[in-house]
C-alpha cells in the first residue's frame, strides 16, 4: 500500500467551509495519484466509469507511457525483451521482479517442462463440448475446473503454494489450448513433450497428428514465441484488473484466471486479433477501405477499426511495431511476402494514420492488428487467436494475482451514482 504522501490537494465545495485536504503519492514514474479513500467519510463517492483516470492499486510489475509508447516489463522496454529476451525468461521476470541467471533459468524451464500434462480426467471434460464450441468457451471451463485437481495447493496465503499455481498455469494454457482446438478438429490429443521449447511444443501439440512425425519450423517457432512474449502482461487492463477483482474476495487462482480469460474474450479487448481478420474479409478489398474509413467515422455507425485506437496508448503501441517487423519476418520465411490480406491491412494503417479524424482522436494500430496476421500465415484458424492472446498472457495474470495476495489488500467493491427510484410503497 502507498504510504508516504509527497503533496496534498484540496478539494473546495460549494457550500462546504473547510476544503478537504486529500494525500497525494508518486510512483517512481508517471502520473501521482490523489488517494480519495476519505470522500466517503465526506459523503462523496468519485465518478470514473470505465476507470479512464483511477489507479486500482500499487504495482511494480509493468509500466506504460501511452504519449509516448513506452512499455517496460519491471523497468526492461519491450523492444529489448522481444530483440533479446524469450517468453520463458520474461515469465520468470514479471513473477520474480528479476531476470534469471543462467542457473535459475535452467531451473524454470525444467520445472514449467514438468507440468504441462493436464490430469488425464480433464480429457473426458472436452468430451462434453459441442465439436463447434469456440476454443474461448471451452478454455474459460477448463482453466476454471483445474481447481477441481489441484486440493494440495489452494492455501492462497502459502507463498509455496502460489508459486506452484503460477508454475502449473503457465505450464498447462498452452496444452488446454492445443486441446481445445484439437477437439473442434475432431483430431486425437497430442502430448506435450519435454524435448521441445515452449512455443515448438505448443506447435507440435496443435499441428502433430499419431500418424506420422512432424517438425515445427523454428522460425515460426520463434514468431510464436514472439508472440507469446508481446502478449505476457499489460498493466491494468481490463482481463487483468478482473483476475485482481476476482482474486481479492479469496477465490483461487484458477477460478481467477477463469475470469480474466473471460473478460479478454471481448472484441474491443483480446478478441479484437480475431475481429481484425473478420474486418479484412468483410472489407474484402483495398478498393473499398474508403468506405470502411467513414464507416469507422460516423457516429451513428457502430463499426470500428478493430486493431485501431487503445485506451492508454496515443501513440503508436510498441507491441504494434515489433508485431509488424515479426509479420514481414514470417511472411518472407513463408515466401507469401505478398499475402494479400497483409497488403489490405497496410493500406489502411497508411489510410488511417493519415486521416484526420484518426490523427485528431491520436488512433494507432495497437497489438491485434497485425497478431491476427502472422498467426493465420503460420495456419492457427482465426477463433484461436483470443486463445493464443489468453495463452500469452498468463503470467502477467498471476503476477498481478500474486503481487495482490502476498501483500495487504482489501476486497474489491466499486460505489455508484445511483439515479433509480426513491422509497416508495408497494401498492395495497
Ligand atoms: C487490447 O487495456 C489494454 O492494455 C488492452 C490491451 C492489453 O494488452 O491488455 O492492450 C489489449 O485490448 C488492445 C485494444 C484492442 N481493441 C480494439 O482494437 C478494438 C477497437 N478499438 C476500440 O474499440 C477502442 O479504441 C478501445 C476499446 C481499444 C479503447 O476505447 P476507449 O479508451 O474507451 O476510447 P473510446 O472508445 O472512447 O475512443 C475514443 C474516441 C471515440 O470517439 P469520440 O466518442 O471521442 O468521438 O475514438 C474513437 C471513439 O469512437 N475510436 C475509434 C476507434 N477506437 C476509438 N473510432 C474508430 N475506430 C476505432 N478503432
Known amino acids: 500500500?502507498?504510504?508516504?504522501?509527497?503533496?496534498?490537494?484540496?478539494?473546495?465545495?460549494?457550500?462546504?467551509?473547510?476544503?478537504?485536504?486529500?494525500?497525494?503519492?508518486?510512483g517512481s514514474v508517471g502520473p501521482d495519484v490523489i488517494d480519495v479513500g476519505k470522500l466517503t467519510s465526506q459523503g462523496y463517492f468519485t465518478y470514473d466509469p470505465g476507470f479512464v483516470s483511477t489507479a486500482s492499486c500499487d504495482s511494480e510489475i509493468t509500466y506504460i507511457d501511452g504519449d509516448n509508447g513506452v512499455l517496460l516489463h519491471r523497468g526492461y522496454p519491450i523492444e529489448q525483451l522481444a530483440e533479446k529476451s524469450d517468453y520463458l525468461e520474461l515469465c520468470y521476470l514479471l513473477l520474480n521482479g528479476e531476470l534469471p541467471n543462467s542457473e535459475e533459468s535452467a531451473e524454470f524451464v525444467d520445472t514449467i517442462k514438468h507440468h504441462t500434462m493436464v490430469n488425464e480426467?480433464?480429457?473426458?471434460?472436452?468430451?462434453?463440448?459441442?465439436?463447434?464450441?469456440?476454443?474461448?468457451?471451452?478454455?474459460?471451463?477448463?482453466?476454471?475446473?483445474?481447481?477441481?485437481?489441484?486440493?494440495?495447493?489452494?492455501?492462497?496465503?502459502?507463498?509455496?503454494?502460489?508459486?506452484?499455481?503460477?508454475?502449473?498455469?503457465?505450464?498447462?494454457?498452452?496444452?488446454?489450448?492445443?486441446?481445445?482446438?484439437?477437439?473442434?478438429?475432431?483430431?486425437?490429443?497430442?502430448?506435450?513433450?519435454?524435448?521441445?521449447?515452449?512455443?515448438?511444443?505448443?506447435?507440435?501439440?496443435?499441428?502433430?497428428?499419431?500418424?506420422?512425425?512432424?517438425?515445427?519450423?523454428?522460425?515460426?517457432?520463434?514468431?510464436?514465441?514472439r508472440i507469446f512474449l508481446l502478449h505476457a502482461d499489460h498493466e491494468q487492463n481490463a482481463s487483468t484488473s478482473t483476475v485482481r477483482l476476482a482474486g481479492s474476495t479469496g477465490a483461487n487462482p484458477f477460478a481467477s484466471i477463469a475470469a480474466g480469460i473471460a473478460a479478454l474474450w471481448g472484441p474491443s479487448h483480446g478478441g479484437a486479433n480475431e475481429a481484425v481478420l473478420n474486418m479484412l474479409d468483410e472489407i474484402g478489398s483495398v478498393d473499398n477501405i474508403p468506405e470502411y474509413i467513414k464507416k469507422a467515422k460516423d457516429k451513428n455507425d457502430p463499426f470500428r477499426i478493430m486493431g485501431f485506437g487503445h485506451r492508454v496508448y496515443k501513440n503508436y503501441d510498441p507491441r504494434a511495431k515489433v508485431m509488424q517487423q515479426t509479420c514481414h519476418e514470417v511472411l518472407e520465411e513463408l515466401g507469401v511476402e505478398d499475402n494479400p490480406v497483409l497488403a489490405m491491412a497496410r493500406e489502411l494503417e497508411r489510410?488511417?494514420?493519415?486521416?484526420?479524424?484518426?490523427?485528431?482522436?491520436?488512433?494507432?494500430?495497437?497489438?491485434?492488428?497485425?497478431?491476427?496476421?502472422?498467426?493465420?500465415?503460420?495456419?492457427?484458424?482465426?477463433?484461436?487467436?483470443?486463445?493464443?492472446?489468453?495463452?500469452?498472457?498468463?503470467?502477467?495474470?498471476?503476477?498481478?494475482?500474486?503481487?495482490?495476495?502476498?501483500?495487504?489488500?482489501?476486497?474489491?467493491?466499486?460505489?455508484?451514482?445511483?439515479?433509480?427510484?426513491?422509497t416508495r410503497d408497494y401498492p395495497n
Open 1 to 26: 500500500m502507498t504510504d508516504q504522501a509527497t503533496k496534498h490537494a484540496k478539494l473546495t465545495i460549494e457550500g462546504v467551509s473547510d476544503p478537504i485536504e486529500l494525500p497525494i503519492y508518486s
Open 121 to 225: 480426467q480433464l480429457r473426458s471434460f472436452f468430451k462434453g463440448f459441442s465439436p463447434n464450441a469456440h476454443p474461448m468457451a471451452i478454455l474459460c471451463g477448463v482453466v476454471g475446473a483445474l481447481s477441481a485437481f489441484y486440493h494440495d495447493s489452494t492455501d492462497i496465503d502459502n507463498a509455496e503454494h502460489r508459486k506452484i499455481t503460477a508454475h502449473r498455469l503457465i505450464a498447462k494454457m498452452p496444452t488446454l489450448a492445443a486441446m481445445s482446438y484439437k477437439h473442434a478438429q475432431g483430431q486425437p490429443f497430442i502430448y506435450p513433450r519435454n524435448d521441445l521449447g515452449y512455443a515448438e511444443n505448443f506447435l507440435h501439440m496443435m499441428f502433430a497428428t499419431p500418424c506420422e512425425d512432424y517438425q515445427v519450423s523454428p522460425t515460426i517457432a520463434k514468431a510464436m514465441d
Open 351 to 422: 489510410i488511417a494514420l493519415e486521416d484526420e479524424y484518426f490523427v485528431e482522436k491520436r488512433l494507432y494500430p495497437n497489438v491485434d492488428f497485425y497478431s491476427g496476421i502472422i498467426l493465420k500465415a503460420i495456419g492457427i484458424p482465426v477463433e484461436m487467436f483470443t486463445v493464443i492472446f489468453a495463452t500469452g498472457r498468463t503470467p502477467g495474470w498471476i503476477a498481478h494475482w500474486n503481487e495482490m495476495i502476498s501483500g495487504p489488500y482489501k476486497i474489491g467493491r466499486p460505489r455508484q451514482l445511483y439515479k433509480g427510484y426513491t
